[in-house]
C-alpha cells in the first residue's frame, strides 16, 4: 500500500503561480506511470499532466506551455509547478502514483 499526501494548494489571483507536491510513502520511480489529474465543481476528473516510464509527459492541452512536471527520486517526491494560472484552473489537484491516488489538494484562481 502506497500512501500519497499533497500540498501546495491555494488562492492565488489569475496569471500568478503555485506549485504542488506529493509526497509518496514508497519509491515514485519503482512504478510505470505518476502524475496529476484535477476535477473542477460539476465536472469530471480530467488529466493534467503525466510521466510515463521511458521518460515522456504528456500534459492536457489546456496547461500545455504553463504548467510542469518534475519528480525528484531521493524525496519520493513529485510535483506540478504551475504558471500563468486561469480561473478556469479552479479545482481539486489529485496526484496519482499507479492505482494509488492521493486525498487531493484545491487551487483556487480568482479573476
Known amino acids: 500500500q502506497v500512501q500519497l499526501v499533497e500540498s501546495g494548494g491555494g488562492l492565488v489571483q489569475a496569471g500568478g503561480s503555485l506549485r504542488l507536491s506529493c509526497t509518496a510513502s514508497?519509491?515514485?520511480?519503482?512504478?510505470?506511470?505518476m502524475g496529476w489529474y484535477r476535477q473542477a465543481p460539476g465536472k469530471q476528473r480530467e488529466l493534467v499532466a503525466v510521466?510515463?516510464?521511458?521518460?515522456?509527459?504528456n500534459y492536457a492541452d489546456s496547461v500545455k506551455g504553463r504548467f510542469t512536471f518534475s519528480a525528484e527520486s531521493a524525496k519520493n517526491t513529485m510535483y506540478l509547478q504551475m504558471n500563468r494560472l486561469k480561473p478556469e484552473d479552479t479545482a481539486v489537484y489529485y496526484c496519482?502514483?499507479?492505482?494509488?491516488w492521493g486525498k487531493g489538494t484545491l487551487v483556487t484562481v480568482s479573476s
Open positions: 496519482s502514483l499507479a492505482d494509488y
Open positions: 514508497g519509491s515514485i520511480f519503482s512504478f510505470n506511470a
Open positions: 510521466w510515463t516510464r521511458g521518460g515522456s509527459t
